[in-house]
């Protein structure tokens, strides 16, 4: 079926064009391929196109956010749980400090102080 177009019109190697023919638009895409617009609606694809890009640049921005609100609550998260890290690992000393005292004034000795046991050895033969 010939459409009045020649092959010069759909050359895949060309980018993305418009010519037109009478009342009607031929656009051809990169990949070759061809639509037909009546000359009111070259307008209606470019209007279509703008809302498609505007459409993706919201997305992306709201991924954008989506992404940024996601890594500050994993940062909040990560130093809540150090900070309950480092309580409980000072709860810990805490406690060991205090049983530590707390077996030296059992035995009468200030904490200060060093008891020294002295290990006898007998030779064996």
Do not use: F
Request: net charge neutral.
């Amino acid at each position: 079926m010939d459409s009045g177009l020649s092959t010069e019109d759909c050359d895949p190697d060309r980018s993305s064009m418009s010519h037109y023919q009478g009342q009607q638009a031929v656009y051809v895409d990169s990949q070759g391929r061809r639509y037909a617009y009546t000359p009111a609606q070259p307008q209606q694809y470019a209007s279509h196109q703008a809302h498609y890009s505007q459409q993706q640049q919201q997305q992306y921005a709201q991924q954008q956010a989506q992404q940024r609100a996601l890594q500050q609550q994993q940062a909040q998260v990560r130093a809540q749980m150090q900070a309950q890290q480092q309580a409980q690992r000072r709860a810990q000393q805490q406690a060991q400090l205090a049983a530590v005292q707390q077996a030296y004034t059992q035995q009468g000795q200030q904490p200060g102080q060093q008891q020294v046991a002295y290990a006898t050895m007998t030779p064996q033969m």
